[in-house]
């Protein structure tokens, strides 16, 4: 997975007024990436894609629950959480090359709303129509 291609790393970094323009507001784009150079998911990406998480990765989420259980020890359960975050991270890009246009739209109404669902119905609806939950 490239830095470049996963662009649904967009965050709203600041509210600016172009001068001469009807769009009053401007995205600004801010990407951080692990070491690999894999991006992280802001709290934005992860809340939009919530509802997809819970499904598309339910059984990777419940393996790892399970080995957190069985044995407190961080170091015994590293595997499953890889498994978490590459099914994680499909995912995602899997969901921004579908529908890229609705996900960043929910993704930057998230975002500068900090993650309140209530203010973003209407981003929410157009991203679970175009990328319904199967």
Known sequence: MSHSSFSVERKLLSKKSTKGS??????EMATAVDPSGDPIPSSAVLTAS??????RCQHENVEF???KQKDPNPEKCLDKG????????????DLHQKCTKEMDEY???????????????????????TCPLN
């Open 22 to 27: 009807s769009e009053n507001n401007r995205l």
């Open 107 to 129: 993704v930057g109404c998230l975002y500068y709303h900090t993650n309140e669902f209530d203010f973003c119905r209407k981003e929410q609806q157009a991203f679970e129509k």
């Open 82 to 93: 890889r498994q978490v975050t590459r099914c994680v991270l499909g995912l995602l890009k």
């Open 65 to 67: 629950l399970k080995c």
């Open 50 to 55: 919530s509802k997809h998480i819970g499904l």
